[in-house]
């Protein structure tokens, strides 16, 4: 049997997100992800962009060897520029499997009116930086996901930040004690939020994600921790936040996933308390690190980062090819 007739590419089905998730362990060991949250990632946060969720089968055994997906980014307006992301176990490689996965993705965006894709690599993944090249993929730009190891991390800093922002009127709290479960509580954080990232650098147009979508993002999943929420309010506004999130599939990891403030509340050293904060509670409950990632064009956040010991220890290239004819 011949390659060309050794695997199909399909839609994704429920019952694949186990295989999807062993393909990105396989792909990317440091970074491995649970089925709970790719599922919540595939139908929650992209579901607003329609994504193609494909995956490819080997025919004689029903193996899934392969998966991409194709999604507009949140918080992005432009309906010409996708998203492409994907994978192929290293055993099923150099057989065509992901050439027919982005070929399937490739002609759904321009059947949509679409005209560019941007996808991403690590730059150490070879075979991945030539696939993309061979396609027109030039980068835009880089990303850098970094650590930091809590058995050197210093918060002796935070009483004092913690006692100038209480003279200055600035309140800190968690969500957990906010309450989570209170519908006006979320409306505001969802308001604040939806501001709070409007400067985060990005390619198109920006829009905010709708109220439903980011409340069961954010917490409609065991990895949700209200008490990570940590929070600056003042006069019942919320004004700052640093939140952070568990991984399933990584325990011991604390992943530190957004920090902002509104832009009239900033050089307060805001940030740098919030940030503090996570840290303080990931050595509390037992974390060994705290992951992130950072984007090369986000140079204050990088440095507040590196200044807390953050380190650098992967980098991601973000390409983009503008899409021809059929």
């Known amino acids: 049997m011949t390659d060309e007739a050794r695997y199909f590419v399909r839609e994704l089905r429920d019952s694949d997100y186990t295989a999807v998730a062993a393909i990105q362990k396989a792909n990317d060991p440091d970074q491995p992800v649970s089925v709970e ?10 579901r607003a962009s ?5 995956v490819a089968e080997e025919g004689a055994t029903g193996e899934v060897v392969g998966a991409g997906v194709v999604f507009q980014m949140p ?5 010409t520029r996708y998203w492409v992301v994907g994978g192929v176990l290293p055993d099923h490689r150099r057989r065509g499997v992901g050439s027919r996965l982005y070929d399937d993705l490739a002609a759904e965006v321009r059947r949509r009116g679409g005209t560019s894709l941007t996808s991403q690599v690590l730059e150490s993944a070879h075979d991945g930086s030539t696939f993309l090249a061979k396609r027109g993929f030039v980068e835009r730009r880089r990303h850098w996901g970094s650590r930091l190891e809590l058995s050197s991390a210093d918060t002796s800093e935070l009483p004092a930040l913690t006692h100038a922002l209480a003279n200055d009127g600035i309140e800190l709290t968690t969500l957990a004690r906010e309450g989570v479960g209170e519908p006006q509580v979320l409306t505001r ?12 650098p990005r390619e198109g147009p920006y829009v905010p ?4 979508e980011f409340r069961q993002f954010f917490f409609g999943t065991h990895d949700a ?15 700052g936040v640093s939140q952070a999130a568990r991984e399933a599939a ?6 530190q996933n957004f920090t902002g403030t509104l832009p009239e509340f900033r050089r307060r050293k805001i940030a740098l308390t919030l940030k503090l904060m996570v840290i303080d509670y990931a050595k509390r409950n037992g974390y060994s690190r705290i992951e992130t990632t950072n984007d090369s064009l986000n140079a204050p956040m ?10 650098k220890v992967r980098e991601a290239i973000q390409l983009e090819t503008q899409l021809g004819g059929p």
């Open 37 to 46: 949250s790719l599922r919540n990632l595939f139908e929650v946060l992209l």
């Open 50 to 54: 329609h994504p193609r969720q494909v």
């Open 75 to 79: 918080f992005e307006a432009d309906p």
């Open 189 to 200: 954080l969802h308001e604040f939020y939806s501001e709070a990232v409007r400067d985060v």
């Open 209 to 212: 994600m709708p109220f439903d």
């Open 225 to 239: 921790l209200p008490d990570a929420w940590f929070l600056a309010k003042t006069a019942g506004r919320y004004v």
């Open 250 to 255: 990584r325990p011991q990891v604390l992943l």
């Open 302 to 311: 990088w440095t507040l980062n590196e200044g807390l010991g953050f380190r």
